[in-house]
Nanobody, 126 residues
Framework: QVQLVESGGGLVQAGGSLRLSCAAS????????MAWFRQAPGKERDFVAA????????YYADSVKGRFTISRDNAKNTVYLQMNSLKPEDTAVYYC???????????????????WGQGTQVTVSS
């Protein structure tokens, strides 16, 4: 059974930084692409960032572009999300996902990912 385990969430003041990690263990399922999504209370799960298998191509939601950076270490089966200049609206549960999007546009859709972590809470205070 594959597991994706997120870590690094917490409480931070606006303008601060956090680094999320997602480690994959067990059977690696469709990990051509790795991504981060987030879900605030009462809202849908939204795309944040994604990275292809080699790490050479990345995608970002407009709301985080220039502030967040996604990266991966395939030797460690780990993907990271460096979050800088955090805002209160970044508050959410952040989920790591692994999958195999067919086209570039598909990297932004939850349906493209078949493995999900349990989520880690990020809270940004104003």
């Amino acid at each position: 059974q594959v597991q994706l385990v997120e870590s690094g969430g917490g409480l931070v003041q606006a303008g601060g930084s956090l680094r999320l990690s997602c480690a994959a263990s067990g059977r690696i399922c469709s990990s051509d692409a790795m991504a981060w999504f987030r879900q605030a209370p009462g809202k849908e799960r939204d795309f944040v960032a994604a990275i292809n298998r080699s790490g050479g191509v990345t995608y970002y939601a407009d709301s985080v572009k220039g502030r967040f950076t996604i990266s991966r270490d395939n030797a460690k089966n780990t993907v990271y999300l460096q979050m800088n200049s955090l805002k209160p609206e970044d508050t959410a549960v952040y989920y790591c996902a692994a999958g195999r999007p067919v086209f570039s546009i598909n990297y932004r859709y939850t349906a493209s990912y078949d493995c999900w972590g349990q989520g880690t809470q990020v809270t940004v205070s104003s």
